[in-house]
């Protein structure tokens, strides 16, 4: 079965950089549409970043274009989300996501994805 755990969620100071990782177990890693989201306590999760198998098509939520890149690394299956410039409000518990099936339009909905990871938790101080 299909395993996916996040690691390199820790306190940086705004302004700062961090780099999250999510390893995902199985064989077809590389068939798989990618997704980082993230939650804050009584709040709804919150879609990020996405990207697709052929790792050239990448989405990114408003707030955080220009700050976060998604990449994936199929021989390693496994996908990063680099977070520059991090602010306070980028605090939360990250999640990544598996689809097996994406359409470019659902990309942000978590209804899309068929695996999730348990999060790792981002904190940035001000």
């Known amino acids: 079965q299909v395993q996916l755990v996040e690691s390199g969620g820790r306190l940086v100071q705004a302004g700062g950089s961090l780099r999250l990782s999510c390893a995902v177990s199985?064989?077809?890693?590389?068939?798989?549409?990618m997704g980082w989201f993230r939650q804050v306590p009584g709040k709804e999760r919150e879609s990020v970043a996405g990207?697709?198998?052929?790792?050239?098509?990448?989405y990114y939520v408003d707030s955080v274009k220009g700050r976060f890149t998604i990449s994936r690394d199929n021989a390693k299956n496994t996908v990063y989300l680099q977070m520059n410039s991090l602010k306070p409000e980028d605090t939360a518990v990250y999640y990544c996501?598996?689809?097996?099936?994406?359409?470019?339009?659902?990309?942000?909905?978590?209804?899309?994805?068929?695996?999730w990871g348990q999060g790792t938790q981002v904190t940035v101080s001000s």
């Open positions: 990207i697709r198998a052929n790792a050239i098509t990448t």
């Open positions: 199985g064989r077809t890693f590389s068939y798989y549409a």
């Open positions: 996501a598996a689809a097996q099936q994406m359409y470019s339009s659902s990309w942000r909905s978590s209804g899309t994805y068929d695996y």
